[in-house]
């Protein structure tokens, strides 16, 4: 597939598609800062038709409620996701009249719906205006109308991404289609047509890259302290998933889930489905209670739900494990897709964008299965949050109003809501809603997400946005702080508690996440819900796992859990030292990096990481030792100057008289560059009285607490890209952030020495996986203490120190330089 031809077409093509529809707006006196009349009669001197009229004074009204500028947006992907939707039908054969829209058979942009016009069969066309539009060679408006009654004829089957065209966005239909540099004769010409055969691969591809400049915005704007907004969450977290870590996700959820109650379909091609490690007795002996189960779920049974489904990738594969299914059983494929579509799918997201094209790859493979399955009967459990939006419910009362009210910010919510609804809903809402001004499609969406939320599933399967706090709007925030105060800190966690929520007490849920979750301390409170849970398994994929995302920022893990099992043994592939999408699936599908470790033991390490690649020895360190906590003052207070370029000097710019002790300069530690045992202390704190009362009262400075200053003890680098290196701190010293000390200490020389080993950075790595060794992660390394060898080990360490020291002194950036080594 030739991304880059996507990604070039998907840009240009967004940038085309509002500039056209802008200027149509134009020439219909529709402006950003006009007055915008929707009673005028007439627009340039000519005359509007009372269709023209109509659909401006509609456009009008929805640049009123929504704005220009989104008005202009939501024309411009409209046509895209209705060209886009024709490309692939009629590359694929899927057009009910089975000529092409855009092209000929030999894929040349030469639409074959024109050549052959007079004789074309499409639903609702008028043969007599074709003739005539022929006969007076209108080309560009027969090519239209030929269009939009295509659009129209697919709209029985196809009602959500074939909306009825004849409203505002009829009136900006994009002009100049059969130019050779026009939109459509980019998509035929730049993009590959065998690249329109892989149906999520192009649509998703397709999704993600029409973002792209959005995207980019957003993540300026968080630069310049703006916020993320509603309508900029798609764009800001739409990511589309790699297709192996899809079928690893669903084989090993949805697949598990009927092959421990039936065996795997003899012809199902589950080839990333992970065997199960062996388990003790006890918990075979609780499988097989947990499976008896499963052996009772039939195939129209199942239950599976994507909460944030973009553009449908997950649910699309879902469909083919659930034809595997369905087979096995006798089904026929035709019977087959259609219940599947009605009994088994279920799809959410805030994105209308996303849900229709998620809508259209989900019917167009259960259309795969089935020549006749797009009809009004036989339509997805598929539900967006931006439909709901809008709408008017002062004149409600009681507990029908506090029903609609739930939705007034469903589109930055999405699938974190909750939605109750009175008993009576469905009646006592149809009564008030044609007097009270909720429209039926709105009404229909409320009640699509509440029944869908309010289910129990047997099979979660998602790739949740991923938004730090720092970029979530003032509504979401407090939202998610209180209702998800253990996984405020990011969105995905939010969803990782949500989606264990939405699955049935021994379903499945499987996710793609950030792995922050595994490690860090603000999510362990997370961590300890989630060992009421089992991981099944897990493809631990590190950096780089999507080839869209360059560097080390996005670090993921792919995982599948389900209800807690007592001493469950999980399977983790570790995939971190890998880089790329294809050489972490190769990884994964060689059987190497594999692992079995059980939940419980996570919880005897401090902070409970998820260290599942460790030895049970390497566990058994943390219950035989003792923390460096129990032996030192070991502060998280460090000194913050809040202005280093007016309290920090570099020693040697200072008058060494004036630097010491009681003097007005003193020596500070700040980390440095790697260096073990000794030394990177070459700066110093202004420390006089005015500067002292400034860290003291300063609201963003922090003075360093009495009790740490000049002390003897131990000090390090917080950030790194290798390994942490640990120095001995003179006692004429306070230190920073960037530079923690352990001060104190009873046992410093061993401890040093600890420090200084190769095991203590493998200890580290389980504490926290990341450039950043907090403070808490020092504190919690287990030291074993050998009497017998502690006397011999401190004075192997105070040797290393002297050395160093004295390596270092031998420099003249030392402030205990005497004289150059070669003199």
Same mark, same amino acid.
């Given at each position: 597939?030739?991304?880059?031809?996507?990604?070039?077409?998907?840009?240009?093509?967004?940038?085309?598609?509002?500039?056209?529809? %802008?200027?149509?707006a134009y020439e219909f006196e529709v402006t950003e800062n006009g007055?915008?009349?929707?009673?005028?009669?007439?627009?340039?001197?000519?005359?509007?038709?009372?269709?023209?009229?109509?659909?401006?004074?509609?456009?009008? /009204?929805?640049?009123?409620?929504?704005?220009? %500028?989104?008005?202009?947006?939501?024309?411009?992907?409209?046509?895209?996701?209705?060209?886009?939707?024709?490309?692939?039908?009629?590359?694929?054969?899927?057009?009910?009249?089975?000529?092409?829209?855009?092209?000929?058979?030999?894929?040349?942009?030469?639409?074959?719906?024109?050549?052959?016009?007079?004789?074309?069969?499409?639903?609702?066309?008028?043969?007599?205006?074709?003739?005539?539009?022929?006969?007076?060679?209108?080309?560009?408006?027969?090519?239209?109308?030929?269009?939009?009654?295509?659009?129209?004829?697919?709209?029985?089957?196809?009602?959500?991404?074939?909306?009825?065209?004849?409203?505002?966005?009829?009136?900006?239909?994009?002009?100049?289609?059969?130019?050779?540099?026009?939109?459509?004769?980019?998509?035929?010409?730049?993009?590959?047509?065998?690249?329109?055969?892989?149906?999520?691969?192009?649509?998703?591809?397709?999704?993600?890259?029409?973002?792209?400049?959005?995207?980019?915005?957003?993540?300026?704007?968080?630069?310049?302290?703006?916020?993320?907004?509603?309508?900029?969450?798609?764009?800001?977290?739409?990511?589309?998933?790699?297709?192996?870590?899809?079928?690893?996700?669903?084989?090993?959820?949805?697949?598990?889930?009927?092959?421990?109650?039936?065996?795997?379909?003899?012809?199902?091609?589950?080839?990333?489905?992970?065997?199960?490690?062996?388990?003790?007795?006890?918990?075979?002996?609780?499988?097989?209670?947990?499976?008896?189960?499963?052996?009772?779920?039939?195939?129209?049974?199942?239950?599976?739900?994507?909460?944030?489904?973009?553009?449908?990738?997950?649910?699309?594969? /879902?469909?083919?494990?659930?034809?595997?299914?369905?087979?096995?059983?006798?089904?026929?494929?035709?019977?087959?897709?259609?219940?599947?579509?009605?009994?088994?799918?279920?799809?959410?997201?805030?994105?209308?964008?996303?849900?229709?094209?998620?809508?259209?790859?989900?019917?167009?493979?259960?259309?795969?299965?089935?020549?006749?399955?797009?009809?009004?009967?036989?339509?997805?459990?598929?539900?967006?949050?931006?439909?709901?939006?809008?709408?008017?419910?002062?004149?409600?009362?009681?507990?029908?109003?506090?029903?609609?009210?739930?939705?007034?910010? #469903?589109?930055?919510?999405?699938?974190?809501?909750?939605?109750?609804?009175?008993?009576?809903?469905?009646?006592?809402?149809?009564?008030?809603?044609?007097?009270?001004?909720?429209?039926?499609?709105?009404?229909?969406?409320?009640?699509?997400?509440?029944?869908?939320?309010?289910?129990?599933?047997?099979?979660?399967?998602?790739?949740?946005?991923?938004?730090?706090?720092?970029?979530?709007?003032?509504?979401?925030?407090?939202?998610?702080?209180?209702?998800?105060?253990?996984?405020?800190?990011?969105?995905?966690?939010?969803?990782?508690?949500?989606?264990?929520?939405?699955?049935?007490?021994?379903?499945?849920?499987?996710?793609?996440?950030?792995? #922050?979750?595994?490690?860090?301390?603000?999510?362990?409170?997370?961590?300890?819900?989630?060992?009421?849970?089992?991981?099944?398994?897990?493809?631990?994929?590190?950096?780089? #796992?999507?080839?869209?995302?360059?560097?080390?920022?996005?670090?993921?893990?792919?995982?599948?859990?389900?209800?807690?099992?007592?001493?469950?043994?999980?399977?983790?592939?570790?995939?971190?030292?890998?880089?790329?999408?294809?050489?972490?699936?190769?990884?994964?599908?060689?059987?190497?990096?594999?692992?079995?470790?059980?939940?419980?033991?996570?919880?005897?390490?401090?902070?409970?990481?998820? #260290?599942?690649?460790?030895?049970?020895?390497?566990?058994?360190?943390?219950?035989?030792?003792?923390?460096?906590?129990?032996?030192?003052?070991?502060?998280?207070?460090?000194?913050?100057? /809040?202005?280093?370029?007016?309290?920090?000097?570099?020693?040697?710019?200072?008058?060494?008289?004036?630097?010491?002790?009681?003097?007005?300069?003193?020596?500070?530690?700040?980390?440095?560059?790697?260096?073990?045992?000794?030394?990177?202390?070459?700066?110093?704190?202004?420390?006089?009285?005015?500067?002292?009362?400034?860290?003291?009262?300063?609201?963003?400075?922090?003075?360093?607490?009495?009790?740490?200053?000049?002390?003897?003890?131990?000090?390090?680098?917080?950030?790194?890209?290798?390994?942490?290196?640990?120095?001995?701190?003179?006692?004429?010293?306070?230190?920073?952030?960037?530079?923690?000390?352990?001060?104190?200490?009873?046992?410093?020389?061993?401890?040093?020495?600890?420090?200084?080993?190769?095991?203590?950075?493998?200890?580290?790595?389980?504490?926290?996986?990341?450039?950043?060794?907090?403070v808490r992660d020092v504190k919690n390394l287990p030291i074993i203490?050998?009497?017998?060898?502690?006397?011999?080990?401190?004075?192997?360490?105070?040797?290393?120190?002297?050395?160093?020291?004295?390596?270092?002194?031998?420099?003249?950036?030392?402030?205990?330089?005497?004289?150059?080594?070669?003199?």
């Amino acid at each position: 597939m030739n991304k880059t031809a996507i990604k070039n077409f998907a840009v240009e093509a967004r940038v085309m598609l509002i500039n056209a529809v %802008t200027q149509l707006a134009y020439e219909f006196e529709v402006t950003e800062n006009g007055t915008n009349d929707p009673a005028q009669e007439s627009v340039n001197g000519r005359s509007l038709t009372a269709a023209e009229k109509n659909q401006r004074s509609q456009l009008i /009204a929805n640049i009123r409620q929504n704005g220009f %500028t989104q008005t202009m947006e939501e024309a411009a992907y409209t046509w895209f996701n209705r060209f886009i939707a024709l490309r692939f039908m009629e590359v694929n054969n899927y057009l009910p009249s089975h000529t092409r829209i855009f092209s000929d058979e030999s894929g040349n942009f030469k639409p074959e719906v024109l050549s052959d016009a007079a004789n074309v069969e499409i639903d609702g066309l008028d043969k007599e205006l074709v003739l005539e539009l022929l006969e007076n060679q209108e080309n560009e408006r027969l090519y239209k109308y030929i269009i939009i009654t295509q659009c129209n004829a697919l709209n029985k089957g196809l009602p959500e991404m074939f909306e009825q065209i004849g409203g505002w966005t009829e009136l900006l239909f994009p002009r100049n289609l059969l130019r050779e540099d026009s939109v459509i004769a980019k998509m035929i010409t730049e993009i590959p047509e065998e690249d329109w055969r892989d149906q999520v691969q192009i649509i998703g591809w397709l999704y993600q890259y029409y973002n792209t400049e959005p995207k980019d915005k957003v993540f300026a704007d968080l630069k310049k302290n703006i916020k993320i907004s509603a309508q900029a969450i798609p764009a800001a977290t739409q990511l589309f998933t790699p297709d192996w870590i899809v079928r690893y996700m669903v084989e090993n959820s949805l697949g598990r889930l009927w092959a421990e109650g039936h065996g795997k379909p003899d012809d199902a091609d589950w080839k990333y489905y992970l065997d199960e490690a062996e388990q003790e007795d006890p918990v075979k002996a609780e499988l097989e209670k947990i499976r008896a189960e499963y052996k009772n779920i039939q195939p129209e049974n199942i239950k599976i739900i994507d909460p944030c489904m973009g553009s449908g990738h997950i649910l699309v594969y /879902a469909f083919d494990v659930l034809i595997d299914i369905y087979r096995s059983c006798g089904w026929g494929e035709r019977d087959a897709a259609k219940s599947i579509l009605r009994n088994n799918l279920y799809g959410l997201d805030i994105d209308r964008r996303a849900y229709q094209l998620a809508y259209f790859a989900v019917m167009m493979k259960a259309r795969q299965y089935n020549r006749r399955i797009c009809s009004p009967e036989n339509q997805p459990n598929l539900a967006n949050f931006a439909d709901v939006m809008g709408a008017d419910t002062d004149m409600l009362s009681g507990s029908i109003r506090r029903f609609a009210e739930q939705f007034a910010f #469903a589109d930055t919510y999405g699938s974190l809501m909750t939605v109750t609804a009175p008993a009576d809903i469905d009646t006592a809402f149809s009564d008030f809603m044609p007097t009270f001004g909720l429209n039926m499609r709105q009404f229909d969406m409320m009640m699509k997400i509440y029944k869908i939320l309010s289910q129990k599933y047997d099979v979660v399967c998602t790739n949740p946005p991923y938004m730090g706090g720092s970029g979530m709007n003032v509504k979401l925030s407090e939202f998610v702080k209180s209702k998800f105060p253990d996984s405020k800190s990011d969105l995905f966690a939010c969803f990782i508690e949500k989606c264990g929520q939405l699955a049935k007490p021994h379903g499945f849920y499987a996710m793609i996440t950030q792995h #922050a979750f595994m490690f860090l301390s603000s999510y362990e409170n997370l961590r300890r819900k989630l060992m009421l849970k089992t991981t099944v398994n897990m493809a631990h994929l590190g950096a780089r #796992a999507f080839d869209e995302i360059g560097g080390e920022v996005v670090q993921t893990t792919a995982f599948v859990m389900t209800g807690h099992i007592k001493d469950y043994k999980g399977t983790y592939a570790r995939l971190v030292d890998t880089v790329g999408e294809n050489e972490k699936r190769d990884l994964f599908l060689s059987g190497d990096k594999r692992f079995a470790a059980k939940q419980e033991n996570f919880s005897k390490i401090p902070g409970m990481p998820v #260290a599942y690649w460790v030895s049970e020895n390497f566990i058994r360190a943390f219950e035989r030792g003792i923390s460096i906590d129990s032996i030192s003052d070991f502060t998280g207070s460090q000194h913050i100057t /809040a202005n280093n370029d007016k309290y920090l000097r570099l020693h040697w710019e200072i008058d060494a008289n004036k630097v010491g002790m009681g003097k007005k300069w003193v020596y500070y530690a700040k980390g440095g560059d790697f260096r073990k045992w000794y030394g990177n202390i070459e700066l110093v704190v202004d420390w006089s009285e005015g500067a002292v009362q400034y860290y003291k009262t300063n609201s963003t400075s922090n003075l360093l607490a009495e009790k740490y200053r000049f002390k003897e003890g131990i000090t390090y680098t917080e950030l790194t890209s290798s390994v942490n290196t640990f120095r001995y701190l003179p006692p004429v010293c306070i230190f920073d952030k960037k530079g923690p000390s352990i001060v104190s200490v009873k046992k410093l020389w061993y401890c040093l020495g600890i420090f200084g080993t190769k095991i203590a950075p493998l200890y580290f790595a389980i504490l926290n996986p990341t450039l950043s060794t907090q403070v808490r992660d020092v504190k919690n390394l287990p030291i074993i203490v050998n009497g017998e060898i502690e006397p011999k080990i401190d004075e192997i360490v105070k040797e290393n120190v002297e050395i160093c020291k004295q390596d270092w002194n031998d420099f003249e950036t030392s402030w205990g330089f005497e004289k150059h080594p070669l003199i």
